[in-house]
């Protein structure tokens, strides 16, 4: 399980790998002449990283990049070279090539590199040194892979896995060489037209445990073409289904064409009928090869995120995939013998892949809507997003600041919140309070996240304006706000993101954090807001007690990784400052 959980940080330090292109022009009018290179190294357990130089590049030619560290460090599993703001400064078509990667002086590297925009939003760059969760040659899908090139050749003959696992070392030296800086064009198409697949195409069952440490035995189903198949998959005991679970049809894609559909309606579990929700239709790489329908994924689900899983090869033989899930099985289903039936459609068609229906629900101007504060410690004390599936309002931890004690089992910290229902044009205000946070800013003095959430589908029609945050009772300075608005279903209003050149540094406020406050005005609704009557005060005489929150009942054991997947890259939407507003506006995923 801890091997796709940590997926989420890395997926969060880079903004969202998974978004596509935001149509952002090749090179900024705004860019700068240079950039600055460093190298983001972690270990396994996201606790510590080398201390990396920081490397100016102006251009093309050839550099060198150093981390350090006081002792022997192992590299986990997401380490790369970073560009910051590369993409808006270079262009779209310039290429990073490492050419020698050495640990205390021993070259490792091995396979060739490949260029790729690190948060999809084509603003800074990466190249991969090991990343366990995004490979060019096994999923071209993830890590922004529409971005993805290479000086030469197919980006499909590369790797994003260029140094042993778990390489251990003082000292780490990079050598990369820059090609066709400020070359103004649009993303490399990696893409390539596939040939048919002349063999047989299997279905099996890719079924696996929490730990990733067994997997079902799987019968092999030879896929002929349209019609009803059945497939088993047994185990000598009980087998609990973990986070990752599919049914997968190897070079179906190949074989069948964009189009075809692989609709499962029904999985029984030791003959009992398990199966809850529609399925889906997607590439298993995102590179038009081998096809997937999921039957549990965690991290997967198109009504919550349209761009992952290769969404863009999504499909279903009726509606929207929006209509569909990922998790089509109660979670930790346990059983000895899964049987899975499903039917083929249109197969042998090869047109271009279905457009993808990702039409979210429409707003409701005379409706009413709430907003959740949000926050992110340096040490990953946290608040999700309210929708996101791990730690959002479904789950036990919505409702309380979690952190993480040493072991990287969850615990309750001290913290309340104040959310607040939209109910009409009007001012509101969300608080997070009594936050005790002692401790999280020993290496850095500012919040990861500080944002809001709310259940306002995306539109055009409602504008956030006037938005102010207090830390600590102190107002803090604000030179613009960003709500993501590529493949998200509701509107979210960030303030600050570590990972976010242009929100990472706000105005200061004092550490530790034991109070955000946000306020912030709502326009566009058909009605405005009633003014309500001020609350007499309390006396502390007359109030109710607190009760304090037992730590140890708030044990869980996760892994600190999960906590990141919650925003993101956005578009910055505002215009002459704060106080103009922001609107948030949904683009159409173009396939």
């Not at 075809?260 to 997607?282: F, H, L, N, P, R």
């Not at 105005?507 to 807001?529: L, Q």
């Amino acid at each position: 399980m801890k091997r796709m959980l940590k997926k989420g940080l890395a997926l969060f330090s880079a903004a969202a790998l998974t978004l596509g292109a935001l149509g952002i022009p090749a090179i900024s009018a705004n860019a700068a002449d240079s950039c600055t290179a460093t190298l983001n190294t972690n270990t396994a357990d996201w606790s510590a990283s080398m201390e990396s130089e920081s490397v100016e590049v102006t251009g093309d030619g050839e550099y060198t990049i150093k981390a350090t560290y006081d002792g022997e460090f192992e590299l986990g599993d997401f380490n790369a070279l970073e560009i910051a703001d590369g993409e808006t400064t270079f262009g779209r078509v310039y290429t990073v090539t490492i050419t020698s990667i050495k640990a205390d002086g021993k070259e490792i590297m091995e396979g060739d590199s490949y260029t790729c925009s690190a948060d999809g939003g084509a603003v800074t760059t990466r190249v991969n040194i090991y990343n366990s969760w995004n490979d060019p040659n096994e999923d071209i899908s993830k890590d922004g892979y529409q971005d993805c090139r290479c000086a030469e050749g197919s980006v499909l003959d590369c790797t994003a896995r260029l140094v042993p696992q778990a390489t251990t070392c003082s000292e780490l030296e990079v050598t990369f060489v820059v090609a066709n800086a400020f070359e103004e064009g649009t993303p490399v198409d990696t893409s390539s037209e596939a040939e048919v697949f002349e063999g047989d195409v299997f279905a099996r069952l890719n079924t696996n445990t929490a730990d990733w440490s067994a997997q079902m035995e799987s019968e092999e189903v030879l896929i002929e073409g349209d019609g009803e198949y059945t497939i088993k998959a047994t185990s000598a005991d009980d087998f609990e289904l973990g986070d990752f679970n599919a049914l997968e049809i190897e070079n179906g894609e190949l074989k069948f064409g964009r189009i075809y559909t692989v609709t499962i309606t029904s999985i029984k579990a030791d003959g009992e009928e398990v199966m809850e929700g529609s399925s889906y239709t997607c590439s298993a790489d995102g590179a038009a090869v081998t096809t997937r329908v999921n039957i549990y994924n965690s991290w997967n689900d198109p009504n919550e995120d349209i761009s992952g899983d290769g969404f863009a090869d999504c499909r279903c033989a009726d509606g929207s995939v929006l209509d569909c899930t990922a998790r089509l099985v109660p979670q930790a289903t346990t059983c000895k013998e899964l049987e899975v039936t499903f039917v083929v459609e249109n197969a042998g068609d090869f047109g271009t892949a279905a457009e993808v229906d990702n039409t979210t629900a429409e707003v409701d101007l005379d409706g009413e809507y709430h907003a959740y504060i949000g926050l992110q410690s340096p040490t990953y004390s946290f608040r999700n997003e309210w929708f996101e599936p791990n730690y959002g309002m479904a789950t036990e931890y919505f409702n309380q600041v979690t952190g993480w004690d040493a072991d990287n089992n969850a615990v309750v910290r001290a913290g309340e919140f104040t959310d607040v229902t939209i109910a009409g044009n009007g001012t509101y205000t969300v608080k997070a309070t009594g936050l005790d946070l002692e401790g999280d800013f020993d290496a850095q003095e500012c919040m990861n996240l500080i944002f809001f959430s709310t259940d306002i589908p995306y539109t055009d029609a409602i504008t956030f304006s006037d938005i102010k945050l207090l830390v600590n009772g102190m107002e803090v300075s604000l030179s613009t706000v960003k709500i993501p608005d590529e493949n998200v279903d509701y509107i979210s209003v960030q303030l600050q993101n570590a990972w976010d050149a242009d929100i990472k540094e706000i105005g200061y406020y004092p550490v530790p954090v034991t109070d955000i406050e946000i306020t912030f005005t709502v326009s566009g609704f058909n009605y405005d807001a009633e003014v309500v009557a001020a609350v007499e005060e309390t006396t502390p005489d007359e109030a109710a007690p607190v009760e304090e929150e037992n730590k140890e009942e708030g044990k869980k054991g996760l892994s600190t990784g999960a906590l990141a997947g919650i925003i993101g890259g956005g578009v910055v939407v505002v215009g002459g400052g704060i106080a103009a507003g922001v609107t948030a506006s949904k683009k159409k995923k173009e396939d």
